[in-house]
């Protein structure tokens, strides 16, 4: 069984940082291309930001600006995404997920359907 746990969500002021961290079960991170997503209250999930199996990455320019990166440990199947310059439009609930197994198109990584399995969500709140 695929679990997906995330942690290091919190209340920041606007132009903080935070590492979020998403630790896998069940699955060998690099077999597999991890994403990062978030839902702020009353929208839509957006895509943030990806890794793939490759160990490449990449990003939803709207929403990480160049302002986050990702990374992760393969010997614990741990996936980060590091937040710098936060601001209040970024308050919402960040999850990871994890790709389906085989080869994904980078140009694949922001739909929602790439990914076969999700974490429970961290709340990221800033405040201005």
């Known amino acids: 069984q695929v679990q997906l746990v995330e942690s290091g969500g919190g209340l920041v002021q606007a132009g903080g940082s935070l590492r979020l961290s998403c630790v896998v079960s069940?699955?060998?991170?690099?077999?597999?291309?991890m994403g990062w997503f978030r839902q702020a209250s009353g929208k839509e999930r957006e895509f943030v930001g990806a890794?793939?199996?490759?160990?490449?990455?990449?990003f939803n320019p709207d929403s990480a600006k160049g302002r986050f990166t990702i990374s992760r440990d393969i010997s614990m199947d741990t996936v980060y995404l590091q937040m710098n310059s936060l601001e209040p439009e970024d308050t919402a609930v960040y999850y990871c997920?994890?790709?389906?197994?085989?080869?994904?198109?980078?140009?694949?990584?922001?739909?929602?359907?790439?990914?076969?399995?999700w974490g429970q969500g961290t709340q990221v709140t800033v405040s201005s």
């Open positions: 997920a994890a790709g389906r197994a085989g080869y994904v198109a980078r140009q694949a990584m922001g739909s929602t359907m790439t990914y076969e399995f």
């Open positions: 069940g699955r060998t991170i690099s077999t597999i291309a």
């Open positions: 890794i793939m199996r490759t160990g490449g990455t990449t």
